[in-house]
């Protein structure tokens, strides 16, 4: 059942992602709200599927299909508190593409496996991966802030006129967006962390922990770069391309981190 | 409908000839006064700006010699003047104003400012009694039309001054101006201009440097702000988001070296740069730093230039507009061309009908009450029945163009004296009721 509401909720994902590209080319008012609403009711139907999950009594989350899911609707609620404060759907240009296509894959078909071995560390587990992809939503937030930073930069450097009535909001306006979600997802990032390396001490199922596991070399690079960003933020105000670029970074760092469940001895879904 | 409008504008005269015929506001009541009591003018006004003067009248038989009256009162000859000048009658003369209320004759299509000054010029010539009935129905239809095009139309929706685009694109780069602060670089009328401009749009606080100082505390004063000594301008010059130089320096002031200490000491927050020098004063290297934004006085006329083609698309939606008005004003006005006659004949009628009921009165002696209602019902019923063909036709009749021979018909049958047209619409539709309703007694 939980994957039927959550196929209804891609399907209003996918207006989402049309617009995506459409509010590249042009501007259009209406299609800009069509486009809010249909995400806005997407969501509704994703947090019923994820409720439904959650209802199922098992930590199911634990699941690639299942975390992806839940790495959607943060983002998506990331997007939409940032619309309620700068009233602006332009993130979207970024964020809905990324949350179709997981939506899309979390869709495609039911993965009811568990990290079997970390049962005994239930809290933990759910702590660890609510904070850690509330992280990974802020970072993909922030991500396509800096992309969205980046277009508005050269529209003003380029000085074509025409051009300069686009969808983008004001550059400081992306800037402070950016920022924001960089500073408010660095903490959840580095707890995520954290209550990850508790679990994956303690869980007594698992023996010794190999420190050069790529899971964990990845996710230490990752936060490194994150940190690196936010400290240069903080101290000398990078942003525009040098930003950009460390966004880019902390990005596909993430990727790879993720991507190490698959071949990670200690923190694989599934089969193990 | 006997409107007549003389003038010339940016379009069909050059400087030279429009600065002889500028008048000076303060002697523009004397103008209309001038004007009015030219031969053949009831009504008149002047509206003089720098891009164009236009004498818009009202004259007894539309025929008047405005020509004539310019002559005279710049004592200028025909030859030189003659060839830069339009002239429009009736209908021509309304579109052509409306046009010009609008912003549609502008040299800049759709700014805001012509209606102001119409405006102002309508309430001079008022004052002096210059305007009365005639041009006030047309003026203030005029600003009717000119707000509508305005609501309808995106005409006046984009900047199109140099002032404007900088604050634009000002926006597009903060969001907000609100608490943002302007530095002045070399004092002068147009980065004052963009100066007031971005405080009017919430700048916090404005710095000025020039290389004499005292013109620097001079301009600094007008906006409450701070005279910079032109030495200390590189210290102080990163505490401005918005910057617009207009220095007379032959070459650059604001070179890489120079914008990279500003980043470094802001932080990195971008920099906003209107150059507004010839030549430039911040080098092109300096513009490629990664948050510092320059826009030289050919980048914002470039922006200028592409909005001024978007309101011409307008402008098109904004003439059919004015078209529709220009029937719907003549229309209107033709009927109250009839209003006047219809009163006429309807008092000449009443007089007629009074006469005899007195005449009735003297040969029957006093009259019951029943009696005095019967008669006064029955010569009422005759006159009206009578009456409703000859008023239906003037009336279809305004609407067409055989309006004037189907009046003159009527008043030559009736011999009707037609009292001179002072009367407003509204006077005079009241009139046209009240004839309607009873006169009885009071033309007696």
Known sequence: MSLLWLRFALGCYLVGLIYAFVALTRTSDLFSRIAFHAASMGMVFHFVSLTELFLSGQIVWASVHNGESLLAFLSMIFFMVIYMIYKTTSPGVVVFPVVFFLTFVAALDEQPVLLTQFVSHKGWLIAHIMLIFTGYAALLVSFGASILYLLQERRLKAKKPTSLIGFLPALEIIDQIGYRSLLLGFPFMTLGLITGSVVAITAPTIGRVDFLDPKILLSVLMWAVYMVMVFTRWNSGWRGRRAAFLATFAFVAALAAWAANYFSTIHRFGTS | ?444
Do not use: W
């Not at chain 2, 020509?67 to 579109?95: I, M, T």
């Open chain 2, 1 to 444: 409908m006997r409107y007549q409008l003389i003038g010339l504008n940016h379009k069909s005269a050059p400087l030279e000839v429009r600065e002889r015929l500028a008048i000076p506001e303060s002697r523009l009541p004397d103008t209309c006064r001038e004007l009015t009591s030219y031969p053949g003018i009831e009504e008149g006004m002047v509206i003089s700006t720098c891009n164009r003067v236009e004498i818009v009248t009202h004259t007894s038989n539309g025929h008047a010699d405005l020509r004539g009256f310019l002559h005279d009162h710049f004592d200028l000859d025909a030859n030189s003047l003659d060839p830069h000048l339009y002239e429009f009658r009736e209908k021509d003369a309304v579109r052509h104003l409306f046009r010009v209320a609008s912003s549609l004759d502008s040299m800049v299509v759709g700014e805001a400012q012509i209606l102001g000054q119409v405006k102002e010029a309508y309430a001079t010539a008022r004052a002096v009694g210059a305007v009365r009935g005639q041009l006030d129905q047309l003026f203030s239809r005029a600003f009717a039309v000119a707000k509508r095009v305005r609501s309808e139309t995106a005409v006046g929706s984009s900047s199109v001054s140099i002032a404007s685009v900088a604050v634009e694109l000002a926006k597009k780069i903060f969001g907000s101006l609100q608490g943002k602060n302007v530095f002045i670089v070399g004092a002068g009328k147009m980065s004052e201009l963009a100066a007031r401009h971005l405080m009017a749009h919430g700048c916090a606080s404005i710095f000025v440097a020039n290389r004499t100082y005292e013109r620097a505390i001079g301009l600094a004063q007008k906006f409450d702000g701070q005279a910079i000594k032109f030495d200390d301008l590189y210290n102080t010059c990163d505490r401005a988001d918005i910057v617009i130089t207009s220095t007379g320096a032959p070459h650059a002031i604001f070179r890489r070296e120079h914008g990279e200490q500003f980043l470094a000491r802001r932080k990195n927050r971008p920099m906003f740069f209107i150059d507004i020098a010839v030549p430039r004063d911040v080098s092109p290297e300096m513009g490629k730093l990664d948050g510092i934004f320059t826009y030289d006085i050919d980048d914002l006329q470039q922006a200028v230039t592409s909005h001024v083609a978007d309101r011409r698309k307008e402008a098109e939606r904004a003439e059919a507009i004015i078209a529709s008005e220009v029937e719907k004003f003549e229309a209107r006005q033709s009927t109250l061309d009839v209003v006047p006659t219809i009163v006429s004949l309807q008092d000449h009628l009443e007089t007629i009908r009074q006469a005899e009921i007195d005449r009735v009165r003297g040969r029957m002696g006093q009259l019951t009450p029943e009696q005095e209602i019967a008669i006064e019902a029955l010569t009422r019923g005759i006159i009206n029945k009578v009456m409703h063909t000859p008023i239906t036709t003037l009336k279809s009749a305004a609407k067409e163009s055989e309006a004037t021979t189907v009046v003159d018909v009527v008043k030559r049958l009736f011999n009707l004296q037609v009292r001179p047209k002072d009367v407003s619409l509204e006077s005079s539709v009241k009139k046209e009721e009240a004839g309607k309703k009873s006169e009885v007694g009071t033309r007696q």
